[in-house]
Nanobody
Framework: QFVESGGGLVQPGGSLRLSCAASGFTLEHFAIGWFRQAPGQEREGVSCISKTDGSTLYTDSVKGRFTISRDNAKNTVYLQMNSLKPEDTAVYYC???????????????WGQGTQVTVSS
């Protein structure tokens, strides 16, 4: 199971770092993805980091602003979010998959999510 944390209220242009901690299994055996769901919208893939070479994927709207990383010693994956925009407002989730993609159907073991609100 995953536990997401680090969300909150931030002004446009601000930064947050989300954490995705795993309990009961070892993160390094999986690709880990971050997803988000805004009110009234479907859940979308934001980023993914592979289990092998650390390669990453980003959806176009966050490229250059968000950075995904993993610390296998802490069994945790992070999402550093900079230059936040109001349209980044959503509940953010992490999940695991055998390999990297941004497709929700490829992932399982979803956490409860953490709310990110970008507003002045």
């Amino acid at each position: 199971q995953f536990v997401e944390s680090g969300g909150g209220l931030v002004q446009p242009g601000g930064s947050l770092r989300l954490s995705c901690a795993a309990s009961g299994f070892t993160l390094e055996h999986f690709a880990i993805g971050w997803f988000r769901q805004a009110p009234g919208q479907e859940r979308e893939g934001v980023s993914c980091i592979s289990k092998t070479d650390g390669s990453t994927l980003y959806t176009d709207s966050v490229k250059g602003r968000f950075t995904i990383s993993r610390d296998n010693a802490k069994n945790t994956v992070y999402l550093q979010m900079n230059s936040l925009k109001p349209e980044d407002t959503a509940v953010y989730y992490c999940a695991a998959a055998p390999s990297c993609s941004l497709w929700e159907a490829d992932f399982g073991s979803w956490g409860q999510g953490t709310q990110v609100t970008v507003s002045s």
